[in-house]
Every structure is written in structure tokens, then in C-alpha cells.
């Protein structure tokens, strides 16, 4: 698949399948033209991406659990993948929980005496 066809069939622009070759997140083949080329393995790939950056993972974390999956992963390793994603994104959740904690708990983040000076 060409950059194009690979951004038409994972819906995002060519630009987002650019990025995601140069950070090493997918990996397309030179022609002997220099174009890239990918296989369809990549746009599953991507759909892990876009899902990993709704939940907050940066590059290299998504570089991270993107990490030994083979060039044409099986559904377990999908399953693996969906795996480490789900437990990072509940890690999140939690931690933004944890954060509005702080902000109803008894010692509220931002107390303020009501004596005034």
C-alpha cells in the first residue's frame, strides 16, 4: 500500500502515517522510486496507535507496547497488545481519579481560609 491508501484504509491523513514511519511506529519498504510502501499488517497497527494516543500514551510508550510484535502479528499477538493497552489506560484512569480526589477530598486542593486578613 502506498502512504495514501494506507491513511485511506486506517482513516487518518497521509501526514499521521508519515509521522508514525519516522517515529518507527509502523515500518513501510522503499521502492526502488524511494516511495514507501506498507503492508496491511500497518493499518491495524495504526488503529493501536490512534487508540494508545486517545488514551494519553506518548511516542515512546506506544513505541514500548508496540515493542516485539512481530512484522505480521497473530490475533494473540493482538491480544497481548490490547492487553498492555487496556492496563495502561486503566492506569490512567486511576491516576485521574486519584487527581479528583484532591480536588472533593476532606483537604481540599484548594482551601482557603475564610478568615481574611
Excluded at 20 to 37: A, F, W
Excluded at 67 to 90: I, M, N
Excluded at 104 to 116: F, K, N
Aim: with cysteine; hydrophobic share 40%; aromatic share 4%.
Amino acid at each position: 500500500m502506498t502512504v495514501s491508501d494506507l491513511a485511506h484504509a486506517s482513516k487518518v491523513n497521509a501526514s499521521a502515517v508519515r509521522f508514525y514511519d519516522k517515529h518507527g511506529l509502523i515500518t513501510g519498504e522503499r521502492t526502488s522510486g524511494n516511495q514507501r510502501r506498507f503492508g496491511e499488517e500497518d493499518a491495524c497497527r495504526i488503529k493501536v496507535i490512534r487508540v494508545a494516543q486517545r488514551v494519553g500514551m506518548s511516542v515512546v510508550e506506544i513505541s514500548e507496547l508496540l515493542t516485539g510484535l512481530p512484522q505480521e502479528p497473530s490475533p494473540t499477538d493482538w491480544a497481548v497488545v490490547g492487553t498492555r493497552l487496556r492496563a495502561a489506560a486503566q492506569e490512567r484512569i486511576d491516576e485521574l481519579n486519584h487527581a479528583l480526589d484532591d480536588l472533593t477530598g476532606p483537604v481540599q486542593l484548594c482551601e482557603v481560609s475564610s478568615a481574611v486578613s
